[in-house]
């Protein structure tokens, strides 16, 4: 089962479009300084995981660090890094030219959009 442990928030973030359907994905800060989905690319600064369901201009708790629940987009085994796949979804981390960072190692795996439980390393760690 998930689960979600010593989580550190980051305090007075605001959606910066519907993201209702994105908890336990991968966020980022936009360039009007609001939070919206990490997609897949080498220079995404993602920040952490979304903990809430918030529609735009809505408060957005995001886990910084710590142990929290995410969504996988893929089948990912316990202990992998991994990285945000197009949807904002764990997959496993890649290296190379087009990989993003590694983001946190899985504490429990599972299969596509199952909800599974990692320690969370969003300042983007390169493996």
Known sequence: MASTANLVLEPGLKAGADLSGDQFTFVKISAA?????????????????????????????VAVRGSTKVKLGATVAAGIRVMSD???RAVAHTSGTNANKGLGILKTGGAINEIVSMILEASGASA
């Open 33 to 61: 300084s609001t939070v919206i989905r990490t997609a897949l690319s080498a220079d995404e600064n993602t920040i952490g995981v979304l903990q809430n369901k918030p529609t735009l201009g809505k408060t957005a708790d």
């Open 86 to 88: 197009t949807a904002g």
